[in-house]
């Protein structure tokens, strides 16, 4: 029997390749954003391969997070994967002139969104005593860096909460983990920086990590046996050795 996966941020990125890995895997998808015009595309794209449901709402608004994954059809209503994607950084500034603004947009988003998304899907999945929750983790949620402050506070919120998911449901036989990338080259540094120039800089100079490499190893953590559980699992690129040693060659 087919199994159904509710992927966050679906609509670039590691999202939208992930969505893409799993539905080689015949798996059906829910994929959620905020772009409907990316949603509709990606979801005609895919609907060759497997069945595809689009929710278009922002993981920031609760009443709408919940109420979005009410409208569920009877088709999609059993959701046995939930892989919480959705998360940004917004800019690079040290805390003493960080924008309010900004923390807002990535507590929000990367805090609070997964948690909003996580209690609309966690009951069912505690209903049936089976399921298999990955949370979108980050190099950032191991280590801190200079002028990383609230971001990498908002991913090591996502790892403690990721622990927290794993003790509070294990009595009901649900795997939860998370995937942490390292530099992966998609749309986040352009949002990073707002669309500033200095984006165009930060993939140059070696090979970064690829959206797909990442859908492979979400694919990789859920095909496991029942008896399985990839609880947490950091990669980065080889030219990677932490947050800020970088082997770069021009």
Same mark, same amino acid.
């Given at each position: ?102 923390? @807002? $947009? #990535?507590?929000?988003?990367?805090? /609070? %969104? ?7 899907? +966690? ?72 669309? @500033? $120039? #200095?984006?165009?800089?930060?993939? /140059? %100079? ?7 490499? +990442? ?36």
């Amino acid at each position: 029997m087919r199994k159904t996966a509710l992927i966050t941020g679906a609509t670039s990125g590691i999202g939208k390749a992930t969505a893409y890995e799993l539905a080689k895997h015949d798996i059906n998808l829910i994929l959620c954003g905020r772009r409907l015009e990316r949603l509709n595309s990606i979801k005609n794209d895919l609907e060759r391969l497997t069945h595809v449901h689009i929710l278009n709402f922002d993981v920031r608004d609760k009443n709408e997070t919940l109420k979005a994954i009410e409208s569920l059809p009877k088709a999609f209503k059993i959701i046995d994967i939930l892989i919480n994607n959705a998360g940004n950084a917004h800019g690079l500034d040290p805390i003493q002139t960080g924008n309010l603004d900004d923390w @807002d $947009a #990535m507590m929000d988003i990367n805090v /609070k %969104g997964l948690l909003y998304v996580s209690k609309a899907v +966690i009951p069912q999945m505690t209903e049936r005593q089976t399921g298999h929750i990955i949370n979108i983790g980050s190099s950032a949620g191991k280590e801190v860096y200079p002028k990383g402050n609230v971001y990498c506070g908002s991913k090591h919120a996502v790892l403690a909460i990721t622990e927290g998911m794993r003790m509070d449901l294990n009595p009901f036989g649900i795997k939860v983990g998370a995937v942490n990338p390292g530099l992966v080259e998609t749309e986040f540094s352009k949002v990073r920086f707002k669309g @500033d $120039a #200095m984006a165009e800089n930060v993939y /140059k %100079g070696y090979k970064a990590l690829q959206a797909e490499d +990442i859908a492979e190893i979400i694919y990789f953590a859920i095909s496991r046996p029942p008896h399985v559980n990839i609880a947490d699992v950091l990669v980065l690129p080889t030219a990677q050795a932490s947050s800020t040693i970088v082997k770069k060659e021009f």
